[in-house]
């Protein structure tokens, strides 16, 4: 059934895998660069938020298009012909001379990157044996990860001996070389069956995703992925840095050092979580009691106020995300194998509009906290904790697979 040797299978998962990290990279940018964007364009700290979230919108929103590019034209193709937007994007937002062409750089960025890891799970899912799938993805996510070590130290002292734009300069050259990269690795063979597939329309495969929503327990899974990873991400790539300068006055350089520590322990996390897979039988109260310790972390932070509590705080959170890789499992055994390529778009998606959503309302949730003379930083981190508490409880409380199964889902 495999294709591919496990030597050529694991350097061609790397390859791809360097596009991911350029992905990781653009999308914790901001929590570094938020004090030259903020200085210069004279952001609020929604209009912050809306910088954020303007990646992980573009980027959520296409990964149904991207699904059906993977269905129709494989990962390869796919990847190599949307990727080069990140790199327009990254140079454009370089050389921004307003705010407003700043969006637009992000935009293209998140459309660039759409394929960026959906390509990574659909090409471990289709040459890795399935009992290696948790595995594997989790060393996929912690490799993926070295793109935040980049926007931890590294690029906090690029900005400040240079300025934001540098930042962005270097990781457009950056994806571009990553491109470059999976254009000379990447020859996924095409398999019999998928040659033999007559191509489906776009209305087909559209319809073909939305069936995914009519079974029972497609609400419980995608409600709980809108919260775990925006929570995740919207600490390490937004609310980090600002939370560190402004609460207890650190610099630009001392702040990255955090988001170094963070990435480090998100870094190695998913590998860790991918071997400890529970199996169907336990995983989803794994998933539940992870996130209910995400709920304590959060809240504590923004009603402690204390740095040692920021500071490890924010790094246990790093540590805990790696428990996302069991949602990627859990949503692979979740679904028959003709579909999972499908639920996990649908998933990827999921995820990603709920960082928008959550970067969104947090940077809302500052600002009207701000103008009621309130700690941000409070209102912030309680946002995190509520959005996470109806996520789990939607995730327990809603149909399971199990349920629907023995209902005739």
């Not at 400040?160 to 930042?167: E, F, I, L, P, T």
């Amino acid at each position: 059934m495999l294709t591919l040797a496990p030597r050529q299978a694991w350097a061609m998962l790397l390859a791809l895998v360097s596009g991911f990290a350029l992905s990781q990279a653009f999308r914790t940018i901001t929590s570094i660069m938020a004090t030259g964007l903020r200085a210069e364009f004279s952001l609020s700290a929604q209009a912050l938020g809306v910088f954020a979230g303007t990646f992980a919108f573009a980027f959520g929103v296409m990964q149904l298009f991207m699904g059906i590019g993977i269905d129709v034209y494989g990962v390869r193709r796919t990847l190599l012909v949307v990727f080069p937007l990140a790199v327009l994007g990254a140079a454009l937002s370089a050389l921004a001379p307003s705010y407003g062409a700043v969006l637009v750089g992000q935009a293209l960025i998140g459309v660039g990157c759409a394929p960026a890891f959906l390509v990574c799970t659909v090409f471990i899912a289709r040459h890795f044996a399935p009992s290696q799938f948790a595995a594997v993805s989790g060393v996929a996510m912690g490799v993926g990860g070295l793109g935040m070590l980049f926007t931890g130290t590294p690029l906090a002292w690029l900005v400040q001996q240079s300025s934001w734009r540098m930042g962005f300069g270097v990781l457009a050259a950056l994806a571009a070389l990553a491109w470059g990269l999976i254009y000379w690795r990447v020859r996924e063979p095409a398999t019999p069956t998928h040659e033999s597939q007559t191509r489906e329309s776009l209305p087909q495969a559209v319809r073909g995703f939305g069936a995914l929503f009519l079974l029972p327990h497609t609400a419980g899974i995608m409600l709980l992925a809108l919260v775990t990873y925006a929570a995740m991400l919207s600490l390490r790539g937004l609310w980090l840095g600002p939370l560190l300068i402004e609460r207890h006055g650190y610099s630009l350089v001392a702040s990255g050092n955090v988001a170094v520590a963070v990435s480090l322990v998100s870094l190695l996390s998913p590998a860790m979580f991918g071997r400890l897979d529970p199996g169907p039988g336990r995983r989803r109260q794994w998933i539940k009691g992870f996130t209910t310790m995400m709920v304590v972390l959060f809240a504590a932070i923004g009603f402690l106020r204390q740095e040692w509590l920021d500071v490890g705080g924010a790094i246990a959170v790093g540590l805990l995300s790696g428990y996302m890789v069991l949602q990627y499992s859990d949503v692979r055994s979740s679904y028959a194998p003709d579909v999972t390529g499908r639920a996990m778009a649908v998933f990827t998606m999921a995820l990603f509009l709920g960082v928008a959503l959550m970067q969104w309302v947090t940077g809302a949730a500052a600002s009207v906290a701000a103008m009621q003379g309130a700690d941000p930083y409070v209102a912030v981190m309680l946002t995190i904790a509520a959005m996470l508490a109806l996520g789990v409880t939607a995730f327990a409380c809603l149909p399971g697979p199990t349920a629907a199964r023995a209902s005739g889902g």
